[in-house]
């Protein structure tokens, strides 16, 4: 009878894994179907809902921020420069991981799929700047009150030297404006692509990888993120180390800019163009 039971169990197991290999991969035309209907969603949501849960991801992504001056306190100068740069690289995209897999509106995740819908015309610039709107300024909100936050606690704890986050937000702000700039494009695009790869993923594995692939590797190469950028100068404003509130002015304003042509011009525009094209 147990010898029963199990051979039922392993035939059952095989005819699942079986039927996932068969599984056909997404074709770009269902994935921009996907997005379309995603970004109608969330442009239709209430304000009150769009604030809070764009307040909840401006919070949620600033835990890089903390693991990163926390690392950076505890093994700077202990490693060799590329195992501690990939370390930092990883506690970068854990603030990533919990806003994409909590759900929670990120600005730069909406360059590219508030856009979609507008593109398909089905939605008006009009409701696109009402959901950029909110749910930037909420992101902002969060990222500040973090940063204060974390510029308190993590010293008082014992885990992070003030002085690190003096030489973080001087690492973000010490770039000319012009490299701050395409730098910021290049983080939107793979934001922007970062939303298109997880609409294209089966699986919450999948989906893990891949957000963890796309964030690690704009922290790996210290691209400039608007959001998390944010949390990182401020923590350096209100320690009064490495950047001033002019530094921090400069900084949002050009990778504002920067994240928001990356993820329209290179990802909703040209994926966009692509996939309608070819369903025509």
Do not use: C
């Amino acid at each position: 009878m147990t010898d029963d039971l199990d051979h039922q169990r392993e035939a059952g197991r095989k005819k699942k894994d079986e039927e996932k290999e068969e599984e056909p991969q997404k074709g770009y035309q269902t994935i921009l179907a996907q997005e379309i209907k995603t970004g109608l969603s969330e442009l239709e949501r209430p304000a009150h809902g769009l604030f809070l849960s764009g307040l909840s991801a401006g919070l949620d992504i600033s835990f890089s921020l903390f693991l990163m001056a926390i690392l950076r306190t505890r093994i700077e100068g202990v490693l060799s420069p590329p195992v501690y740069e990939i370390l930092i690289a990883n506690s970068y995209a854990v603030g990533f991981l919990f806003v994409i897999l909590g759900r929670s509106e990120l600005f730069t995740e909406h360059t590219t799929l508030a856009v979609l819908p507008v593109l398909d015309g089905r939605a008006s610039i009009r409701q696109v700047a009402r959901l950029w709107g909110l749910v930037y300024t909420s992101n902002q909100i969060g990222a500040a009150v973090f940063a204060g936050l974390a510029v308190l606690i993590g010293p008082a704890l014992g885990v992070i030297e003030p002085a690190v986050f003096g030489r973080i937000a001087g690492e973000v702000v010490e770039a000319r404006s012009w490299v701050m700039l395409l730098s910021a494009v290049l983080a939107g695009w793979l934001m922007g692509l970062l939303s298109w790869l997880v609409a294209a993923s089966r699986d919450t594995i999948g989906q893990i990888f891949i957000v963890w692939l796309v964030t690690a590797s704009i922290g790996f190469a210290h691209l400039h993120h608007a959001v998390v950028g944010t949390t990182e100068v401020l923590a350096g404003v209100f320690s009064g180390q490495g950047a001033t509130f002019l530094d921090f002015l400069r900084f949002l304003a050009v990778s504002s800019v920067g994240n928001a042509l990356g993820g329209l011009v290179f990802v909703a525009l040209i994926k966009y163009g692509h996939a309608s094209r070819g369903a025509s």
